[in-house]
Structures are given as C-alpha cells and as structure tokens.
C-alpha cells in the first residue's frame, strides 16, 4: 500500500510518501490562514516526484497543531458554557490552588468562555447518579433561547455529576438539536466522563472552542485531496500516538492537542525497540518548538491528563487542564524561528515567541527583520543553504547578519558572529533546562541515556543539548528531519476510553465488572469501526485505585484474570505499590475503585520504513564548509559530508557537517559519527565512538 503522511508544524508542513517501506520525504513552508493549502501543495509535489498517480495512494495519515495553536491564540469558535444552576464560576475558581504561592501577581489562564457566555440549568443529579431535580423541557427551551441570543456558534456542556448519571446532558442535546439546529454541541460525558468538575469542564469547553474549526479544517482538506484524485481513508494522529478516523477527531478534537508530538513519540518508541536503548531521551526540534519526551523499556509514558496554554512554562497548574490520554512530553517554545531579544535587564532571550512561516525568519527573505535561531545557525556555518529545505528555499546570509547584528550591535556590543553563537548557547541551554527539570520531575537523572534527534533542526543543535545534559550518545535516525511524520507510519490504529465508576473494592463483583467492561469495550470500537479488523484486536485495561477520602489514585495494569479473582489480586497489588511508593499503609481504610480505562488497538502489518540503508559506497567527502568557533573567535574549516554517501561501518571525526535534505548533524570536535547497516547515525565522543 502507498501510504502519504504528513505533520502541519508552526513553521514547516512535512510530507513522507511510503511505498512499501521505500520514502520519499518533502518540507514545505506551512500555510497557516489555511493549513490545508500547504499539505496539498506538498502532497502535490512529492506525488510528481514519485511519479505515482493520486488515484494509486491507499491511505493518508495527518497531525495538525491546529487544535493546539486555537486555543494558545484564542482563534477557536465563540463557544458558551451550560452548567448545572450556581457552578457556571467554576471556570475561575478551579481548584482555588496557588501554583506559585508567593507570586504577588500570579497569573492564571484565561477562560475560554468568559462570563459572558456562561448558563445555569436547572436540575441537579446527585453523586451516585441519582436524580434530585429533573430537567424539563421549559428549561431546555428557556436555556436555547440565551443560547441563540448569545450568537455562540457551539457549546459546552457540563453538569454535575454527569460521569456518574448522563442523562440530563443526553436530553439537553436532543433539545438543543431540535432548537438550535446547527449548533456544536460538546457534551462533557461524552468528552471526558471523569471526576473532578472543573478539569472535566475545562475538557469539554476546549473541545466545543476548537471542534467547528477542525471539522471545517478536516472537510477541506479531504475535499482538496479529492480534487487531487486522492481518495483513499483519511486518518488523524490523537494525542495518545495513535491513529483515528476524521469522524473521531471531528467528535472530539480536544485530543488532538498534542497530534504532532504524539508521533515524534511514536518514532522515537520504535527506533528505541529497533536499536535495543532502554532508556532514550527523544530530542525533536522544528521550527516552533522543541519537544522532548522520555522512553524507557521501548515505550513512551501515557498520562490521563494534560495542561496547555501555561501562563509560567515549567510551572503546573499554570495552564488549563485537559483531561484526556495524552503521550507524557514537555514542549518549550525553542525552534529554529524562535526570536532572540535583548530584555531591559540587558539579558540575551530566545523564544517562545517564533518567526513561524510568515514572515519567518530573516533569511528566508519574505520580510522577518527579527533574529531566529535559524539566522544565527546560518551565520554560523551550521547550514548549508544549497540543502536547506530539501534547496527549495533561497536563504539570505546578509538580511541574518543585519538582522542578527542590528538588534545585539548596540545593545551587547557584540559582533554578529558572537551574538550568533550566543543564540545559540541560550536556546541549547533552555532546551536542556527543559529536559533536566522535566527528569527531575520524573525522579530520573539522564546520564547514560541515549539522545534520539529528529526534526529540522535538532541535529544542529543536539550535541550542544547532550553535552549539557551528561549524555554520551545521540542517534540521528534515517530521515530525521521529518522524523514525526514517520512516526504517524509506525503508529497504531487505537483508541482510548477513561471512565469513572466509584466503587468500593470489597464490594466490586463480577457481574458490575463485565458490565463496565462491556460498555467500555462497545464504545471503543465504535470508534475503530472501518479502520480494521476489530476481531483481532488487542485490549489493554487499567484501573485507578485508592483509598477512601484521598484525592490521588494508583493506576495498575489489569491482567487478563479471571474476574472472579480481581478484586483480591488488585488488593494485594495496589498495596504492594502503595508501600513502595509512600513507605506505609494507612490502617482500617477502605480501597475503592475510581476510573477503568481500555485501550483497543488494532493489529496491521508492520512496513519497515525506520531503516533506509546507504545508497551509495563511494567517500562521503564533498568539502569543506566554515563553521564559527565560540572558543578562537573565528570560522575554522570543517569537512562536509553527504549522507547518503556515507557507507554502513564509515566514520566522520569532527569538526564536520553531516547533510541530507532537511536537516544537518553539527559533529564537534572531539566527536565521531559512524553510520550503522541500516543507515542510523551514532554519534559519541571519540574516544567511545566504535
């Protein structure tokens, strides 16, 4: 099957052509008033390229940022919020928690439904699902009427309690269906039937805020792909690094906040398997941003829950909440169309402000006056501007220079040279920062690890983040510098359902336990229906235990036990955890059952696109390139090589440059890189190099 996957970044779109496991790659700058004309150009591109016709494309594979550039930008739909009567301010109160304690001037994110826009209904379900108030029909009807006053173009709806009891959400749909035809509706059982009122809220207003953007962006896109001839099944990358239908991302868009990343993840979890690293560091830096996410024993870890839009990038709680599965990574705002600035204190800055596609950087020579990354890169010798971009962009050495020079010439005195190299530094520290405070949170010191660099411009820039770090190894895979669209390639069809049910452990029985099962199981699948053989899938359960009156829950992976025994195994499993975690058990209470989650992924033959061995054995030598030395303040020579030249077993000691189309390995001195049989790069310091 010819396979077609493509990553909509901040700064470039990424197209990857899969014809059984030979690829074809592109770069094309990002087309951000209409995402959906960059893909297509790109598609149209690397299909003449191929020399394949549209009609012979089996299937198209697709991540967007949209969802997450929405709601950071505040451009997603003019949404309302219906809540149960005197809960339409839990939006701002939150958990009434101080993420910064001390913070005189703390700042919260703001609500993506102001005040304004915010609607109590009349009726009430208690916690056990009871119903104390029923919704009527004059309600519905009084409710629509401010709706259609507002002039919201969709809605959110969250009522307390609904995970336990949804059927007033269910009515009010209907209502709202017959009223307000047209209307998106986000209904919080649907879009996160989980505890806790204010992050199931937030949830489901991010949902209702970006789902009438992404199903027009989905609609277009797919009709712009049929007047391409391309009518193959369309899937979505979700933020939990699997694949979905356009209809699940339409339904529930929330999820794909995090899509790209989600397959820089994917990659990176492979590549970890292919090579036999247990513990790797997954380096991915593009235009915008730079992501970096942590894989141990071959997997990425998976968290039930998300903040985006931090107002204080390492501080949680500083963002809204989502509640949904989500690869567990830390984004900073470090890519190459990161602007660099001097603030009043006189201190070099970098992002998280980005050049993007338009105007981008200064020596794309589409109008950026502004200092990036990418112009410090340029002046210091680490592209080759033949090659960038696949050479289908120009870059303009002397509007970098100007632009690089004109902003730190007066302001540090320093040469633009210097103040190029400085970039530099600051953005490779900010990025390490970034990686240590994220292990430190996990519990885990990266030395020893093994650094994996993808995207366009993490090669420059990953020996640097190594050094910094203690780490000795960074592998710079087959086709790094589209390395997330890869990841969409290797990534599964799946989904994955979380929901509340509290019940105390002792008195979980067997016939309560089939039947969540069942219902789970029946509302995943529903969303795989067409995408493959449901027969054959394979499901993945865990539970959420603790004990009664805590806030926090233990998630344990479910066994397939016999269900008459899975109340005395969970039992004994979760204390064992529970002491090797807190050191004791607390005496006389209760466990309780909070939250199953089922995860159905379906089975598909695996294609070998990770590998692309050499094609060619001749020297890899093309040159010599000058590349700045920070220490002797100059431009020093440094051999040039082609990838593609590089043969399996060859080594290149630095200082030297390692080129393919879009991207460049920057190998210091005092380093040597050796390419594997299969075309992986590993780069150590000399002495460790094979």
Partial sequence: MIRIATD???????????????????????????????????????????????????????????????????????????????????????????????????????????????????????????????????????????????????????LLHSYANPSHEEQLAEGLARLLPGLSVSLSCRVSPLIGEYERCSTTCANAYVQPLVASYLTRMQEGLRGLGIVAPVLVMMSEGALASVETAARL?????????????????????????????????????AKICLIENGRPTQESSF????????????????????VELVEIGAGGGSI??????????????????????????????????????????????????????????????????????????????????????????????????????????????????????????AAGVARRLGIGEIVLPPNAGVGSAIGFLVAPAA??????????????????????????????????????????????WTVDLRYSGQGTEITLALEPDPVATLADRLRDTFQAEYIRRLGLLPQGVPIEVAAWSLTVTLRSEPTDVLATRPVATAAAALGEALVYDLDSGAHKGAALAERAALPAGAKLRGPALLVEDHTTLVIPPGMAASCDAEGFIILRHEGDAP
């Fill in 8 to 158: 909509i970044g901040g700064t470039f779109t990424d197209i990857v052509l899969d014809a059984g496991g030979g690829l074809i790659t592109g770069k094309v700058l990002t087309t951000p008033a209409a995402p959906e004309q960059g893909v297509l150009q790109g598609v149209r591109q690397i299909l003449a390229e191929a020399g394949i016709a549209p009609a012979e494309v089996g299937l198209f594979l697709h991540g967007t940022t949209l969802a997450t550039n929405a709601v950071i930008e505040r451009k997603g739909a003019r949404t309302a919020l219906v809540m149960t009567e005197g809960f339409t301010d839990t939006p701002e109160i939150g958990r009434e928690h101080r993420f910064d304690q001390y913070n005189l001037y703390l700042e919260k994110p703001a609500p993506l439904v102001p005040r304004e826009f915010r609607f109590g209904l009349r009726e009430r379900i208690d916690a056990d699902g009871g119903v104390v108030e029923a919704l009527t029909e004059m309600e519905i009807a009084r409710v629509a009427g401010l709706l259609r006053n507002s002039g919201a173009t969709a809605v959110a709806v969250c």
């Fill in 253 to 289: 868009p929330v999820r794909l906040i995090e899509s790209g990343p989600a397959g820089g993840a994917m990659l990176a979890a492979a590549v970890a398997r292919r090579l036999g690293r247990d513990r790797l560091v997954a380096f991915d830096m593009g235009g915008t941003t």
């Fill in 307 to 326: 903040e985006a839009d931090r107002i204080y990038r390492f501080k949680k709680g500083s963002g809204l909440p989502l509640r949904i599965p989500v």
């Fill in 340 to 461: 660099a600035r001097v603030d009043g204190a006189g201190r070099l800055l970098v992002g998280p402000d980005s050049a993007g596609a338009d105007p981008g950087p200064a020596c794309y020579g589409r109008g950026g006056i502004r200092p990036t990354v990418t112009d410090a890169d340029l002046l210091l010798g680490r592209i080759t501007p033949a090659r960038f971009a696949g050479g289908r962009l120009a870059l303009d050495r002397d509007a970098a220079a100007r632009a690089v020079g004109g902003t730190f010439a007066g302001a540090l005195n320093l040469s633009p040279d210097v103040s190029a190299a400085a970039i530099a530094e600051v953005v490779e520290e900010a990025m390490a920062s970034a990686a240590r405070t994220y292990a430190a949170e996990k519990g885990c010191g990266l030395e020893g690890w093994t650094l994996l660099a993808f995207g366009g411009a993490a090669g420059l820039h």
């Fill in 495 to 540: 989904f994955t359902v979380k929901r509340s049910a509290f019940a105390p452990l002792a008195r979980l029985s067997p016939d309560s336990v089939a039947a969540i099962r069942q219902s789970m199981r029946e509302e995943a699948q529903a969303m795989l229906l067409g995408l493959g053989d449901l027969d054959g899938a394979e499901e993945s």
